[in-house]
């Protein structure tokens, strides 16, 4: 059985698409990626501005409709990536259980930066990524007393400028989680 990562937000048009794109595009078939909405756009594509910088990253986000974050959802996810404190709180708030597994997409890529390389071992991506979250959350000691921001900023009907922001902050915290699984 497939591991599931669900990126969550409020529209599901712009900030947790681009996550599940990115995450499509670089993990390997042991992994699925989805993404759900808080107050979801249900059925609409992603945002335009956030599409084609999906795009111009070699990540198309065809086909791709927004949904609603339902119980169900949350449930069936291994990892939960929320792009806010206040997505993960409704995450949270929706299945109390899913605390143990709902961590916002800065919060894992900062404990991932400092994890030793080898720390993360596995067959493959689904077996990577169950140890990187308990890897990761050990991590949270050597963060504490540093000011942190863990929020993707929401370009949602704001400008081209913000879009970029908000991919390049998604990016920016992808990259060490990727890091620590190919490490």
Do not use: W
């Amino acid at each position: 059985m497939a591991f599931r990562v669900l990126a969550v937000c409020t529209g599901n048009i712009c900030r947790s698409p681009a996550v599940e794109m990115l995450l499509r595009g670089v993990l390997d078939t042991s992994v699925t990626v989805g993404s759900a909405g808080t107050n979801a756009l249900v059925g609409h594509p992603v945002a335009e501005p956030m599409a084609d910088l999906l795009t111009a990253s070699g990540f198309p986000s065809a086909g791709f409709a927004a949904r609603q974050l339902s119980p169900v959802l949350v449930d069936e996810a291994d990892l939960i990536l929320a792009l806010t404190t206040e997505h993960r709180s409704r995450v949270v708030e929706a299945v109390p259980a899913a605390v143990r597994h709902t961590v916002t997409i800065a919060e894992l890529g900062r404990l991932s930066s400092t994890l030793a390389p080898g720390t993360v071992i596995g067959r493959d991506d689904a077996a990577r990524l169950g140890a990187l979250l308990p890897a990761a959350l050990q991590e949270r000691p050597r963060h504490v007393g540093r000011s942190h921001h863990d929020g993707i900023v929401d370009p949602y009907r704001r400008s081209s400028a913000t879009y970029r922001r908000s991919f390049d902050q998604i990016v920016d915290a992808l990259t060490p989680v990727v890091a620590a699984l190919r490490a």
